[in-house]
Nanobody, 121 residues
Framework: QVQLVESGGGLVQAGGSLGLACAVSGSIFRVGSMGWYRQAPGKQRELVAH???????NYGGSVKGRFSISYDNGYKVASLQMNGLQPEDTAVYYC???????????????WGQGTQVTVSS
């Protein structure tokens, strides 16, 4: 049973920084890619950042230059460092993974439970 468990988040003032972490647990053959999405009230879920197992990263337009994604394959933890946070970054942040479980051949998509990030002005 593959699971994604998020940690971090919370309340921060505008201009501040926060870090999120997503630990992958379970019997895993391969992590293909990891990502972070967010969903603000009344809005659709949107891509924040994505990284492949080879380390290629891409970012949503509104966070480029402020956020940084990384993945530690040894510890199987994906991290999101968020700098220069603004009130419009307030949302529930979800970890996402494309992961092939051990004993299978095809990857599945997994989501974390979500963690709240609130930026006050």
């Amino acid at each position: 049973q593959v699971q994604l468990v998020e940690s971090g988040g919370g309340l921060v003032q505008a201009g501040g920084s926060l870090g999120l972490a997503c630990a992958v647990s379970g019997s895993i053959f391969r992590v293909g890619s990891m990502g972070w999405y967010r969903q603000a009230p009344g809005k659709q879920r949107e891509l924040v950042a994505h990284i492949t197992r080879l380390g290629t990263a891409n970012y949503g337009g509104s966070v480029k230059g402020r956020f940084s994604i990384s993945y530690d394959n040894g510890y199987k933890v994906a991290s999101l460092q968020m700098n220069g946070l603004q009130p419009e970054d307030t949302a529930v942040y979800y970890c996402h993974g494309v992961i092939t479980p051990l004993g299978t051949e095809n990857p599945n998509t997994y989501w974390g439970q979500g963690t709240q990030v609130t930026v006050s002005s």
